[in-house]
């Protein structure tokens, strides 16, 4: 039977259970444009507050898979991904699709934009001049097979029904829940025709989940629905109380991964983080008999240039410039005003607001407060100071890329205001804390 979409809100709203088919019927409604966005606001909200069952997550990732084409593949390797719940700082797939690719997988990533106060890989992409972050299919699946890897934003044809509820959340406060959160990044991947999914779950000051219990929940989640729905699956949790890369923006993050990729900067939890959810990615999709052998085959193929070779390559394929790794600074856009952010005081950094970071580059322009807000893709920060590390007149707390004096003046107090400091020596936590249904 049928319900009108306010019913169906009414329903969860009010703690009941939803059937697969009342599911089905509002997400076919919102693909179709019969349901609007105050109603598709109004379920997400009514899901934050209530939840859903193991079986009600399940009929939502499926309906939302559904609503679009489902990919199939003829490669000979397997298809694999990773996805990431967000961060500050986190470039890692720039440098991981192409690291598996070097090693023999196929990574067809479909990314997604920023979300609240965490930059969106497609946002990175988007920084090249001429690629093509949104390609019809075919091209997807040419460059995927040609290349070995292809990261891309959603095409309309790809779960169109996440699309739409993905940028309503991100401004409804709605964007942490656990089960909006499991649905909209599995029928993402599962309309993808994975054989193999890494999650990357953060926790901490900059992660949508503050600790580390909600997190190991979040991972759990992923990983009982996608395996329940046939994707092989495992998770990280990783270390989010300080911004995983240096550098925090769009164009900027994107140089600092042409510098990882090509051996001039190579940060250690960066680097840490990017190995490890590589070698997992290898052991689901058996191209290494166990996580050692899997770490040192993603190692060769950063250090010998591999992975810089698949970039370049994937790069060009996707309508970007075919010198891009040569001559990076000459493609990406520089803001005009850039100047250093010096702390009030010498000190140790002690911890991080990592979250504030993330609002400051938001702010810069560098993010969206509104789903059709433009990106400046050239505004953020760079040499971000990490925990442990000192601070005086001669290293600044970060560097900011402003399109005004007035904008770099509020990013700085910004930036300040996020570092707490002292004289006491400090280490950061580990990069990585567990891992969840994780290959042996």
Same mark, same amino acid.
């Given at each position: 039977?049928?319900?009108?979409?306010?019913?169906?809100?009414?329903?969860?709203?009010?703690?009941?259970?939803?059937?697969?088919?009342?599911?089905?019927?509002?997400?076919?409604?919102?693909?179709?444009?019969?349901?609007?966005?105050?109603?598709?606001?109004?379920?997400?909200?009514?899901?934050?507050?209530?939840?859903?069952?193991?079986?009600?997550?399940?009929?939502?990732?499926?309906?939302?898979?559904?609503?679009?084409?489902?990919?199939?593949?003829?490669?000979?390797?397997?298809?694999?991904?990773?996805? =990431?719940?967000?961060?500050?700082?986190?470039?890692?797939?720039?440098?991981?699709?192409?690291?598996?690719?070097?090693?023999? +997988?196929?990574?067809?990533?479909?990314?997604?934009?920023?979300?609240?106060?965490?930059?969106?890989?497609?946002?990175?992409?988007?920084?090249?001049?001429?690629?093509?972050?949104?390609?019809?299919?075919?091209?997807?699946?040419?460059?995927?097979?040609?290349?070995?890897?292809? @990261?891309? /934003?959603?095409?309309?044809?790809?779960?169109?029904?996440?699309?739409?509820?993905?940028?309503?959340?991100?401004?409804?406060?709605?964007?942490?829940?656990?089960?909006?959160?499991?649905?909209?990044?599995?029928?993402?991947?599962?309309?993808?025709?994975?054989? +193999?999914?890494?999650?990357?779950?953060?926790?901490?000051?900059?992660?949508?989940?503050?600790?580390?219990?909600?997190?190991?929940?979040?991972?759990?989640?992923?990983?009982?629905?996608?395996?329940?729905?046939?994707?092989?699956?495992?998770?990280?949790?990783?270390?989010?109380?300080?911004?995983?890369?240096?550098?925090?923006?769009?164009?900027?993050?994107?140089?600092?991964?042409?510098?990882?990729?090509?051996?001039?900067?190579?940060?250690?939890?960066?680097?840490?983080?990017?190995?490890?959810?590589?070698?997992?990615?290898?052991?689901?999709?058996?191209?290494?008999?166990?996580?050692?052998?899997?770490?040192?085959?993603?190692?060769?193929?950063? =250090?010998? +240039?591999?992975?810089?070779?698949?970039?370049?390559?994937?790069?060009?394929?996707?309508?970007?410039?075919?010198?891009?790794?040569?001559?990076?600074?000459?493609?990406?856009?520089?803001?005009?005003?850039?100047?250093?952010?010096?702390?009030?005081?010498?000190?140790?950094?002690?911890? @991080?607001?990592?979250?504030?970071?993330?609002?400051?580059?938001?702010?810069? /322009?560098?993010?969206?407060?509104?789903?059709?807000?433009?990106?400046?893709?050239?505004?953020?920060?760079?040499?971000?100071?990490?925990?442990?590390?000192?601070?005086?007149?001669?290293?600044?707390?970060?560097?900011?890329?402003?399109?005004?004096?007035?904008?770099?003046?509020?990013?700085?107090?910004?930036?300040?205001?996020?570092?707490?400091?002292?004289?006491?020596?400090?280490?950061?936590?580990?990069?990585?804390?567990?891992?969840?249904?994780?290959?042996?």
């Amino acid at each position: 039977m049928s319900l009108l979409p306010q019913e169906i809100i009414r329903r969860k709203r009010d703690g009941g259970t939803l059937d697969a088919e009342h599911i089905e019927q509002f997400i076919e409604g919102l693909t179709a444009g019969r349901v609007t966005e105050g109603q598709a606001a109004s379920f997400a909200m009514a899901i934050f507050f209530r939840g859903l069952s193991v079986p009600e997550r399940v009929a939502l990732t499926r309906a939302m898979m559904n609503s679009g084409t489902v990919l199939s593949w003829d490669l000979p390797g397997p298809v694999l991904d990773k996805h =990431s719940t967000g961060g500050v700082g986190d470039t890692v797939s720039l440098a991981l699709g192409p690291a598996v690719a070097a090693c023999g +997988g196929y990574v067809p990533m479909i990314s997604g934009r920023g979300l609240g106060h965490t930059g969106g890989t497609l946002d990175k992409f988007d920084s090249i001049p001429g690629y093509v972050t949104q390609p019809d299919i075919e091209t997807f699946r040419r460059v995927t097979r040609e290349v070995g890897c292809a @990261i891309i /934003g959603q095409t309309a044809d790809l779960a169109p029904a996440d699309k739409r509820l993905y940028a309503i959340r991100d401004v409804t406060a709605t964007v942490e829940s656990i089960d909006l959160i499991t649905a909209s990044i599995l029928s993402k991947k599962l309309s993808a025709g994975l054989q +193999g999914l890494v999650m990357d779950v953060k926790f901490g000051s900059g992660a949508f989940m503050d600790n580390a219990e909600d997190a190991r929940r979040l991972a759990e989640s992923l990983v009982l629905v996608a395996n329940g729905a046939g994707l092989p699956t495992s998770a990280l949790l990783t270390d989010m109380n300080e911004p995983l890369a240096s550098a925090a923006g769009n164009a900027v993050e994107m140089a600092y991964a042409v510098d990882y990729l090509t051996g001039r900067r190579r940060e250690r939890r960066f680097h840490e983080v990017t190995v490890e959810l590589s070698a997992e990615m290898l052991v689901l999709g058996r191209l290494a008999a166990d996580i050692n052998e899997a770490r040192a085959k993603v190692e060769h193929a950063i =250090s010998s +240039g591999k992975a810089a070779e698949v970039f370049q390559h994937m790069v060009s394929a996707l309508g970007g410039p075919a010198d891009f790794l040569e001559n990076s600074e000459r493609h990406l856009q520089a803001a005009p005003v850039i100047r250093a952010v010096h702390a009030d005081r010498s000190g140790i950094v002690q911890s @991080i607001a990592t979250r504030d970071v993330g609002v400051a580059v938001v702010a810069l /322009g560098g993010g969206r407060t509104r789903p059709q807000d433009p990106i400046d893709h050239a505004v953020g920060l760079t040499e971000l100071a990490g925990i442990g590390e000192a601070v005086d007149a001669s290293r600044p707390l970060a560097m900011v890329h402003a399109r005004s004096e007035d904008a770099a003046e509020a990013a700085a107090r910004a930036v300040r205001a996020a570092y707490t400091l002292s004289d006491a020596k400090a280490a950061p936590g580990p990069s990585i804390l567990e891992r969840i249904g994780a290959s042996a």
